[in-house]
């Protein structure tokens, strides 16, 4: 019920830069297609074939890990087309406008069948693959009448390369902006992120985009039908990967409810924890893959309890002596270490309980993701689900108490700049919110 | 027999290259196309953790098939002898030279018949090649699918879960195969304008797609052994019950590889199986311990085991055949089960199967009142219980099952010294010695 309160229109959550971003691309679109529409067309045919193209990549559509909307056979589509020299023996001379218009058009086609249906689309995603292939067409189209391109490959292929490398990077530029704005990460984590994640996918579609352009010169329209096979099989094999890390997420997730059903700690703990402690992860710097194992570690972090005869009284682990902190920390970590596959995340569960200067003056202390959930726990244990603001500032305050040897001050400090942002409605505040 | 498949297969494979002819192969495009075909082998994507891997290289054949004709492509399909994989033996390696020899002449017979014209592609070959090309592409996948198959059912036991599994993913590989297959007619298309330089263009998109396969693929096990992890955990604190979650698992599997589950629905039951009892957290281990009658109200509480169980697992992006499976199957085809005592058809299949699974193994357990029963006992409790307590569909399925996959019962536990307490008295799961509920007490 919370959740449906919160949720605020698609126009009311965009912030100024994506709407920035949407009135930049829509103003393209207009003069590209009022151009086209005075010049004319060139090649018609051509552009209802790529067109479909696009509209067909628009239709299938996938979402990459870390919610982000990807049309990889759309791009390439697109980017195709700007790049096409020849179809057969024939020049193809259509103008930067066109592939814009063209590219818009199918977009455009593509998207109705998802808003028909009711499924959430992201205009700002379509935006900027939109702005992606309209530099490449800005700069390449007036090339593309060049003699010296026509005749060697190799410029073709290093120009084409070049400029589908600046397209990715200006995309990733953009989508990177734009989160980090929303999740409050800092930019260049996000950028480094985006370039990761984004990386394989866009290697893919720029290859497959110049490998469409070339084929194109031998097969004709056939070229479509022929590259269409393989990239379906890649972007099946992307949605299947994206699935099932979602899915894997929402296990952990699941799954780490099961102390809060044993009655071993408050309900809606394990969620809050890290919640609590991903925001404040993020507000350090941290990157996408390391927020990944602190989120399972942090949902996970009092599995060790399990293992123990009797629940704690309440649950709070603050509260039990460190001897015994200790030994549920080594507990949940053999538990997560019995996987096989999460030994970072059983590290960061064993080394949770240490106190963050570590045991004697110069030793290491535990690893950063260690510190969060022992700050974010120690939180959650005298706030609990309590909204009351007050509340949440005393327990601050005995955090601080205790930065000399137990709390990582720099931690305590992110964790309340993210604890203070709780009223507030940005991206985070809404999973705060919670009866 | 093995031996003689395996050496039928490499003879043929060197008869064919043998026999040539060797006319009209370009032996540059030779060179690069197997440099192609060991690139694109060396990593291959693993498809199952131990013995299957499955790698890009058809492409690279179905490009020979094209530039260079039957017997070249056999010569590209003998390289695989050389694959710079490591741990692959020296029979497999012989095999695979022969297998791919054979498939890539195969697919090239099938080409020239279909029509198509060996050598470059000029543009005046399009459509028409594209006919005879993808005739090739899926002689070259079903060709190598049946030689696979033939190896695995002389080396593979009959019966066993790698062999049926394998020929689920095998199955689900030929589509994707078919699509990397493509890539072999656009190497060749390509080769006109920018040579060989064409392989190295198509060579990106092949590795990425893999990678997302591997991708795909570790994030799968890692999710199998997260879950299976989490559930020991729920059973650490009670010996006796230590790898029922698994071994309920792995039965409720047998049973619906038996009554014919396509795939996607056999890992849901695989996972179905494995959370169904993770609900019992919610039962006071004062209740779930207790020697002696329960009350009423403790009863209730075990009664609602399933339904915690579906709250925990509910979030997950399960089949909603799987989240029914957990919450029913403690019901019982007389309908006197619970939480709902729904009654015959009224049971999803997937609590039906996990009923059957669920039962046997609590039976072949040994528990702190009894010790485990043998196999053929349990069996027969089975039976005697099937269209009362089980669907005998299920029961007969699963008896079939055991009689080919030998069942291996869990160790017998001795109760640790000193720590009676830590034992469950009564076992809900157990048929043959169903709970003592003091009845009209409130």
């Known amino acids: ?435 | 027999m093995a031996r003689v498949y395996v050496g039928a297969v490499v003879a043929l494979g060197g008869l064919v290259i043998s026999l040539g002819p060797f006319s009209g192969i370009a032996w540059r495009a030779l060179g690069v196309l197997l440099l192609l075909f060991l690139i694109s082998d060396s990593a291959p994507a693993l498809i199952s953790p131990r013995q299957h891997s499955w790698s890009a290289s058809s492409s690279a054949i179905l490009a020979a098939v094209v530039l260079l004709g039957p017997v070249g492509a056999a010569i590209v399909g003998s390289i695989a002898a050389f694959t710079p994989r490591r741990g692959v033996r020296i029979v497999q390696r012989a095999f695979n030279s022969g297998m791919y020899a054979v498939t890539a002449y195969v697919a090239g017979k099938v080409y020239l018949a279909a029509g198509g014209v060996p050598g470059v592609p000029k543009s005046s070959s399009f459509p028409a090649i594209i006919a005879p090309f993808v005739a090739a592409a899926v002689t070259h996948a079903v060709v190598n699918d049946i030689l696979v198959n033939g190896v695995l059912r002389l080396t593979v036991p009959a019966g066993s879960a790698g062999r049926a599994r394998f020929g689920q993913r095998i199955t689900s590989l030929v589509v994707p195969d078919l699509g990397y297959a493509m890539f072999g007619l656009l190497i060749a298309a390509l080769w006109r304008i920018v040579g060989p330089f064409s392989a190295v263009l198509v060579l990106i998109p092949l590795f990425v797609a893999r990678w997302a396969v591997a991708q795909y693929v570790a994030q799968q096990e890692a999710h199998e052994a997260t879950m299976a992890a989490l559930c020991q955990a729920v059973e650490t604190k009670d010996f006796y019950t230590r790898g029922h979650s698994e071994r309920v698992s792995k039965a409720s599997v047998m049973i619906a590889r038996e009554i014919g589950f396509h795939f996607e629905r056999l890992e849901a039951v695989r996972h179905a199986g494995m959370l169904h009892d993770i609900g019992k957290l919610g039962v006071p281990t004062l209740v779930l311990q207790k020697s002696g009658a329960l009350t009423e109200e403790e009863y209730a509480t075990i009664q609602l085991h399933p339904m915690r169980g579906l709250e925990i697992v509910r979030e997950i992006g399960f089949l909603d055949e799987a989240l029914a499976g957990i919450m029913h199957h403690h019901e019982r085809v007389d309908g006197k089960g619970y939480p709902l005592g729904l009654a015959g058809d009224e049971i999803p299949e997937f609590a039906r199967v996990i009923g059957v699974a669920d039962a046997f193994d609590s039976m072949t357990s040994t528990r702190s009142y009894r010790d485990a029963k043998p196999v053929g006992e349990a069996i027969r409790e089975l039976r005697k219980w099937s269209g009362a307590q089980f669907d005998p569909v299920m029961v007969d399925a699963f008896i079939a099952a055991l009689g080919r996959e030998p069942w291996q019962p869990p160790e017998p536990v001795a109760p640790p010294a000193g720590e009676p307490a830590a034992a469950t008295v009564q076992d809900h799961d157990d048929p043959t010695a169903p709970l003592q509920v003091i009845r009209g007490r409130r």
Request: hydrophobic share 50%; proline share 5%.
């Open chain 1, 1 to 435: 019920m919370q959740q449906a309160d919160t949720r605020r229109s698609a126009w009311q959550a965009m912030d100024s830069g994506q709407l920035l971003l949407i009135c930049a691309a829509g103003m393209l679109v207009v003069a590209a297609i009022a151009q086209t529409a005075a010049v004319g067309m060139t090649g018609m045919q051509y552009a209802v074939a790529f067109g479909s193209l696009v509209a067909l990549g628009e239709l299938f559509r996938i979402t990459l890990p870390g919610g982000r909307e990807s049309a990889p056979i759309a791009t390439a589509g697109a980017l195709a087309y700007t790049l096409l020299l020849r179809m057969g023996s024939r020049v193809t001379p259509h103008t930067a406008m066109q592939v814009i218009a063209t590219t818009a058009v199918g977009m455009v086609v593509g998207a109705l069948p998802h808003l028909a249906a009711g499924r959430p689309t992201s205009i700002d995603a379509m935006a900027r693959r939109l702005l992606a292939v309209a530099i490449v067409a800005l700069v390449f189209r007036p090339l593309a009448s060049s003699i010296e391109i026509r005749r060697h490959w190799w410029l073709a292929l290093a120009v084409m390369t070049l400029l589908v490398m600046v397209a990715w990077f200006t995309d990733a530029v953009i989508a990177a902006l734009i989160r980090a704005e929303a999740l409050r990460a800092k930019f260049a984590v996000a950028l480094w992120d985006e370039l990761r994640v984004q990386a394989p996918l866009g290697a893919a579609v720029g290859a497959s985009a110049m490998l469409i352009a070339f084929a194109a010169e031998v097969m004709g329209l056939a070229a479509l039908a022929v590259f269409m096979a393989p990239l379906l099989v890649t972007q099946v094999a992307f949605r299947r990967y994206a699935g099932i890390r979602l899915t894997y997420l929402q296990t952990v997730r699941a799954l780490a409810r099961m102390t809060e059903v044993g009655g071993y700690v408050e309900s809606g703990h394990s969620h809050r924890v890290s919640r609590l402690a991903v925001a404040a992860g993020r507000e350090l710097g941290m990157n996408e893959s390391d927020l990944l194992e602190l989120e399972y570690a942090a949902l996970m972090h009092d599995i060790g309890q399990l293992s123990l005869p009797d629940p704690i009284p309440g649950g709070a682990t603050v509260l039990v002596s460190p001897a015994d902190q200790a030994k549920i920390a080594e507990l949940g970590a053999e538990v997560i270490t019995k996987a096989g596959v999460l030994d970072r995340v059983a590290e960061i569960v064993r080394r949770q309980s240490e106190p963050w200067r570590g045991p004697q003056p110069g030793s290491p202390g535990p690893p950063i993701s260690s510190r969060i959930i022992r700050a974010a726990n120690g939180f959650d244990d005298l706030v609990g689900s309590s909204t009351d603001r007050e509340r949440a500032v005393a327990a601050l305050e005995r955090l601080r108490l205790d930065t000399a040897a137990e709390y990582d001050p720099e931690v305590v400090e992110a964790l309340s700049r993210v604890a203070s942002r709780r009223s507030l409605p940005d991206v985070e505040s809404r999973t705060f919110v919670r009866l």
